[in-house]
Antibody, heavy 118, light 108 residues
Framework: QVQLVESGGGVVQPGRSLRLSCAAS????????MHWVRQAPGKGLEWMASISYDGSNKVHGDSVKGRFTISRDNSKSTLYLQMNSLRVEDTAVYFC???????????WGQGTLVTVSS | EIVMTQSPGTLSVSPGERATLSCRASQSVSSNLAWYQQKPGQPPRLLIY???TRATGIPARFSGSGSGTEFTLTISSLQSEDFAVYYCQHYNNWPPWTFGQGTKVEIK
């Protein structure tokens, strides 16, 4: 079965960096685009970034553009999110998600919590 | 960027009753729309894609309709496990694929 397991979250000071990872299994990782979606405490879902199946195309949301970078290593079936210059407002649960063939998102990880605080 | 607007923000419904949730896109997304259900402490679950196709394992009481800019999710007879927050998301063309702000379905 499809599994997406995020790691790398934690407490970090404003201005610092963090890298999230998402280990994928149960499907051919190299055949699917992937996403990062976040959810601030008590708030709704915010799409953040997407990457094509081969990593050749990436897009980032305006709120993180220039600070966050999505990437992938298909040899390791792993998705990454490099987060630099973190802000208090980046505090959220970060979900890794699989691009569904017809569109949308068909599988989600359980999420990893990132807390940005001094 | 396409803005997705959901209404109402909160819907109070009695078990067994029908619930109707709306989602509006700021420009046409054709039928490239998905609905998700999220319960506290859990990731979202895909309910509907292509505006009206139920995802695998989703009960028939969930149905989606619409195209272009106006969409509806209907839960025909609410069960206890259906009380949750529901989000729409467009996936028109390449991302960004924005979400609506969510509709909370609560017990009346």
């Amino acid at each position: 079965q499809v599994q997406l397991v995020e790691s790398g979250g934690g407490v970090v000071q404003p201005g610092r960096s963090l890298r999230l990872s998402c280990a994928a299994s149960g499907f051919t990782f190299s055949s699917y685009g992937m996403h990062w979606v976040r959810q601030a405490p008590g708030k709704g879902l915010e799409w953040m970034a997407s990457i094509s199946y081969d990593g050749s195309n990436k897009v980032h949301g305006d709120s993180v553009k220039g600070r966050f970078t999505i990437s992938r290593d298909n040899s390791k079936s792993t998705l990454y999110l490099q987060m630099n210059s973190l802000r208090v407002e980046d505090t959220a649960v970060y979900f890794c998600a699989k691009w569904a063939t017809p569109g949308g998102i068909d599988y989600w990880g359980q999420g990893t919590l990132v807390t940005v605080s001094s | 960027e396409i803005v997705m607007t959901q209404s109402p923000g909160t819907l109070s419904v009695s078990p067994g009753e029908r619930a109707t949730l709306s989602c509006r896109a700021s420009q046409s997304v054709s039928s490239n729309l998905a609905w998700y259900q999220q319960k506290p402490g859990q990731p979202p679950r895909l309910l509907i894609y292509g505006a009206s196709t139920r995802a695998t394992g989703i009960p028939a009481r969930f149905s989606g309709s619409g195209s272009g800019t106006e969409f509806t999710l209907t839960i025909s007879s609410l069960q206890s496990e259906d009380f949750a927050v529901y989000y729409c998301q467009h996936y028109n063309n390449w991302p960004p694929w924005t979400f609506g702000q969510g509709t909370k379905v609560e017990i009346k």
